[in-house]
């Protein structure tokens, strides 16, 4: 199979450097609004959502109703695995995940987002 016309043109032909790729990912964080979200229950069965998120003092904060099977996963697992950018320049992220009290965010902040 032949990739499209123009691929080549498009796909950079060296690696970024690590600073590079840093500085991308944290423009990604301050810029993106979306992003996919990836969970698993405790016995293992997976769950991908889109996910709005919000870069706020260093942490990533998603939206979803609690009765979700994400908002569930993270209930009882705390792990979590996030995926920004497009298709040919992703950046993943692992981790843990806690729920939050709405309550206890800053209304002025969270309006736009909730």
């Known amino acids: 199979m032949r990739p499209p016309s123009g691929l080549k043109e498009r796909m950079p032909t060296e690696p970024?450097?690590?600073?590079?790729?840093i500085t991308d990912t944290f423009t990604r964080l301050e810029r993106d609004v979306d992003c996919w979200v990836a969970t698993a229950?405790?016995?293992g069965t997976p769950t991908l959502v889109t996910l709005s998120f919000d870069w706020v003092d260093g942490m990533l904060?998603?939206?979803?109703?609690a009765s979700t099977a994400t908002a569930r996963n993270v209930a009882?697992?705390?792990?979590?695995a996030i995926t920004l950018g497009e298709l040919r320049d992703?950046?993943?992220?692992?981790?843990?995940?806690e729920i939050l009290d709405l309550a206890a965010l800053d209304p002025?902040?969270?309006?736009?987002?909730?």
């Open 108 to 114: 002025d902040a969270m309006a736009h987002y909730c």
């Open 90 to 97: 992703v950046v993943t992220i692992s981790g843990t995940a």
């Open 41 to 43: 229950s405790p016995n």
């Open 61 to 65: 904060l998603l939206c979803t109703n």
């Open 16 to 21: 970024r450097s690590l600073t590079d790729r």
């Open 76 to 80: 009882t697992t705390g792990r979590i």
